[in-house]
């Protein structure tokens, strides 16, 4: 079962944000982590905090650890967002467009093994009729 975590509004280019994410896409979560937090880029802040929350919403969704569950960045898409477009004073009475450009990130978070999941859920139903 996977979970997903948002990113909307980022006032990062998409195209900044996409060199960080290419760098994580289809590694295992911890390894990921571990990249996005010794990376230089800027955006990297950003794509660990999201990771981080894709983590805790697999969490959530399953209720297991994913120390156990062998999870991994399955899908990380980077879309463009809404841009500012402002004026900068040019020399003779010009005026040079500004466009602040913003992104979007979507995350996906999966297990490698979903027999452990199919067998939480099966545990949880024994649980649920002897009740």
Request: overall charge positive.
């Amino acid at each position: 079962m996977e979970a997903v975590a948002h990113l909307r509004n980022n006032p990062t280019s998409t195209r900044k944000m996409r060199l960080v994410a290419d760098l994580v896409r289809g590694k295992g979560v911890f390894e990921a982590l571990t990249i996005l937090k010794f990376s230089k880029q800027e955006p990297s802040v950003k794509l660990e905090k999201l990771l981080k929350s894709a983590i805790n919403n697999w969490e959530q969704k399953n209720s297991l650890k994913p120390e156990d569950n062998d999870l991994f960045v399955k899908e990380i898409q980077v879309n463009a967002g809404v841009m500012l477009k402002r004026f900068l004073p040019a020399p003779q009475g010009r005026a040079y467009r500004l466009r602040k450009r913003s992104n979007h990130v979507t995350i996906k978070v999966d297990s490698r093994n979903p027999v452990n999941e199919e067998a939480a859920v099966e545990e949880t139903a024994e649980v649920e009729t002897s009740n």
